[in-house]
Structures are given as C-alpha cells and as structure tokens.
C-alpha cells in the first residue's frame, strides 16, 4: 500500500463579515476546477471579532459536499470587542474537501456592526 504524503501549495487568509441572521460562507473547500479533485483544504485558524456595541451568539456550521448543515461549534455571549477562535493553530486544523462549506451564522441581527470572521487556510494535495 502506498504512503500518502502531503504538499502543501495555496497558503492563504480572508476577511469576510458577518450578516446578522444570514449564514455566511467563512471557507469553502478547494474549487476541483482550480486545484483539482485530489486536493483538500485545511482550515489552519479560525477567528471571530465582535466589533458589534453588544454582546452577540455566532454559531459554526459544517456542510459536507451537499449534506445537511451541522453544528460544529457555538458560543453564547460573545463580549464587545471580544474575540473567539474555535480552530487555533496548536490544536490541528479542520479539513474541507471540494463540495464543504463552513459557515457562520447570528442568532440576532448586529445593533450597530456585523461581527469579522478571519480564517487562514492552506490547499493540500495528497500524493502517493
């Protein structure tokens, strides 16, 4: 049996802001159209600012390649000016495989500013 070995190529980061009750996109894996099919896309950090002037609920969702959406992760009461990271860099990545989509959605919409989310990614390809 073969040994798959990882290369990495495509580090990258985005910004994108929440939308109140709106689920947004905040990764998606690898478009198979740019990469190919035998890539997957790790999710190497993941963070949320609340720039809002209230506390806010933001709840993570996963989508696996057409599926049903799940929760993976919540919290409840983030603070002003607070800041939560549910996928950090010493605690291993998420993987998204062309099709997944991860997405965060507010319980409310903003009083003032939609919430940032920051992630940082990078595209690798599985070779034998």
Not at 32 to 39: I, L, M, R, Y
Not at 50 to 65: H, P, Y
């Amino acid at each position: 049996m073969a040994t798959r070995n990882p290369a990495t190529i495509h580090p990258d980061r985005s910004a994108v802001q929440l939308n109140g009750t709106t689920p947004v996109v905040v990764a998606a894996g690898p478009a198979t159209s740019a990469v190919g099919s035998d890539f997957q896309r790790k999710i190497v950090c993941l963070r949320f600012s609340n720039i809002d002037t209230a506390v806010v609920t933001i709840t993570l969702t996963r989508l696996l390649k057409g599926s049903a959406a799940v929760q993976c992760d919540k919290i409840t009461g983030l603070a002003v000016d607070g800041k939560w990271t549910p996928i950090k860099h010493d605690e291993g990545p998420m993987i998204l495989r062309p099709g997944d989509q991860l997405l965060a959605v507010m319980s409310a919409p903003p009083t003032t500013v939609n919430p940032w989310a920051f992630t940082e990614i990078e595209d690798v390809r599985w070779q034998n």
